[in-house]
């Protein structure tokens, strides 16, 4: 008896001893099983992780996520102790490793528009440098997308841009190529377009038709015959009534689905839709249903004509399926490089056709501004502001103000756009308001030299986007790529707002460069802050997501001239990757 006893007692102690380590968890929450690991866990580590935690580099030997959220930052060595065996390891091998990249200001949908149209983007990212040049891309995206044009019944091209032209196109130049079918070609700015003959004829637009508020039909020289030219709310009518709704779901569907893959090649794991139309709404609330989306999507519905999809079930700061409607936007001017934005002195070299006095115009009237900003405080709403001239950022101001007066200004978050030519007392009134200036730097690179010499002459080029003074007065900022303006690239953003080169190699505006560690911090860090999401992005930190971006080299260890030639590797969101190159 006595043996038998010993016996059971033994067996109690080896079952007692056998439940304990099935249950028992480690310090890191990993069971000690006999199976390496169940959750979806990640070691990264053999290269430059740099955290963008802090006003100065920060970095950590390896981090470890679990089912999309970071639970280590810290040495390789406790890393491989607590993870190895436990874990999927992935070998930096010597690239370098950020928090994802969040987008300041762009148009996530639109951009698959662009991805869709003929590329009529000038070098360096395309090849339409002369009219000539345009003229054989439209004709050969025709010959290869004759389902396209029978589905919308348009030919679209996007991305020309006047200043790089040998002259600007009209509709002559577009019925050259086909007076059958209606052909619009938008402006690099996305706030002017040239149509055909047939286009115009389609929106009724002729001799007799007036220029419509906040919008311009260029005539052709001597009489009211429209040239094709159209610019903002003329351009913006024809695209809403003519154009979209010609968009079947299954299209527009495929055009986030484009949209999307571009952004995640550049490194972002956050985009948004700055200006989101119903038909823009309805496509990202079907991907969100569909739980389609491979990145995080936030939305500003346009004020003036999707004012209804602010009140979305996707409203506010949680997402769903990846997907949330952030706000409202307003737009207050238009383009500085299309000589539409509303600025308080003239232009340097005005239009053909305008008086010498000639600064742009507004969109709308400072009475019709307030009741947008109010309508969003009154609904605590974040909105956010399209404003180029500086006069359309003094009505944006005057309006903000008021609004803060009568409503509270209790964390708004409220952002202006561009801001492209702030002057110092307004950065002033940006403090004293709480206004976050989301800057567009990529101006300097792109019509630096056009701003010099025909936008708005040197002392004013050389001071807009004015990043290192709004740091000085200690405004954050967020810098943005504002695609399809633009292609979505990080790199020519961070490039840009560090070095603000100019195609030529100018350097417009030497004063207001920052450095490359601040440029980061205005695509990740600041740009979460701007969303409302530092507690979750922005920094690589034990609780964030684990949205990753991996580059080649390491932008803070090479020369800021460098900066335009660093590669996207990897992207990763919530730990799985989206993008490989």
């Avoid at 841009?161 to 007076?179: C, F, H, V, W």
């Avoid at 999401?533 to 930190?541: N, P, R």
Wanted: charged share 25%.
């Amino acid at each position: 008896m006595k043996d038998l006893s010993t016996l059971v007692l033994l067996l109690a102690v080896l079952f007692i001893g056998c439940k304990d380590n099935s249950k028992t968890s480690s310090e890191d929450g990993t069971s000690a099983v006999a199976e390496p690991y169940k959750l979806q866990q990640t070691v990264y580590y053999g290269g430059d992780i740099v955290t963008m935690a802090g006003e100065t580099p920060n970095y950590v030997e390896a981090v470890v996520q679990r089912e999309g959220q970071i639970i280590f930052t810290g040495s390789k060595a406790d890393a491989m102790a607590r993870f190895e065996g436990k874990a999927d390891l992935v070998d930096l091998e010597g690239k370098t490793m950020l928090p994802g990249f969040i987008d300041g200001h762009g148009h996530v949908f639109n951009v698959g528009l662009q991805a869709v149209s003929a590329n009529l983007l000038p070098a360096p990212d395309g090849d339409a440098n002369s009219v000539e040049a345009l003229q054989k891309i439209l004709k050969k995206w025709i010959s290869e997308n004759e389902n396209f044009i029978k589905t919308t019944g348009w030919v679209i091209g996007f991305g020309y841009d006047d200043s790089q032209l040998d002259r600007y196109p009209t509709k002559e130049d577009l019925d050259a190529i086909s007076t059958e079918v209606p052909i619009i070609i938008i402006h690099q700015s996305g706030h002017l377009s040239v149509v055909n003959s047939k286009g115009l004829e389609m929106v009724k637009y002729n001799a007799e038709t007036k220029d419509p508020k906040g919008g311009k039909i260029r005539r052709v020289d001597g009489s009211n015959e429209p040239n094709g030219v159209l610019e903002e709310v003329a351009h913006f009518m024809v695209l809403l009534t003519g154009v979209l709704p010609n968009m079947t779901p299954e299209l527009q569907d495929d055009m986030l689905v484009k949209g999307q893959n571009l952004y995640a090649s550049f490194g972002y794991t956050t985009a948004q839709e700055g200006r989101s139309t119903p038909d823009g709404s309805a496509t990202m609330e079907r991907a969100a249903e569909k739980d389609a989306l491979i990145l995080d999507v936030v939305s500003y519905v346009d004020i003036l004509s999707n004012r209804k999809g602010a009140d979305s079930k996707y409203k506010g700061k949680t997402y769903t399926n990846k997907y949330r409607v952030g706000g409202v936007k307003l737009n207050l001017d238009g383009s500085p490089q299309g000589k539409t934005a509303w600025l308080s002195h003239p232009y340097h070299i005005v239009p053909s056709g305008e008086p010498k006095d000639y600064h742009g115009y507004e969109s709308m009237t400072d009475e019709e501004a307030y009741k947008h900003v109010a309508d969003a405080y009154e609904n605590n709403l974040q909105i956010m502001s399209h404003c180029n001239g500086d006069s359309a950022i003094d009505q944006y101001i005057k309006a903000v103000k008021k609004a803060n007066a009568e409503f509270g200004n209790d964390d708004r978050r409220t952002i202006i756009i561009h801001a492209q030519t702030a002057r110092e007392d307004q950065l002033d009134s940006f403090v004293e308001e709480k206004i976050w200036p989301s800057f567009f730097p990529m101006h300097t690179f792109y019509w630096g030299d056009y701003h010099v010499n025909s936008v708005l002459g040197k002392e004013r080029a050389y001071k807009i986007s004015p990043t290192n003074t709004a740091l000085k007065k200690g405004l954050k900022f967020t810098s943005h790529h504002d695609a399809p303006v633009a292609l979505p690239s990080s790199i020519r953003v961070l490039s840009a707002t560090v070095t603000r080169m100019s195609r030529s190699g100018a350097v417009i505006g030497p004063e207001e460069r920052v450095t490359t560690y601040q440029g980061l911090k205005a695509l990740t860090d600041w740009a979460a802050y701007q969303h409302f999401e530092e507690a979750t992005k922005g920094t690589i930190e034990k609780g964030k997501v684990a949205d990753f971006v991996i580059l080649d080299k390491n932008p803070l260890k090479i020369d800021p001239l460098e900066l335009e030639n660093l590669n996207v590797v990897a992207t990763y969101k919530g730990g799985k990757a989206i993008y490989n190159k």
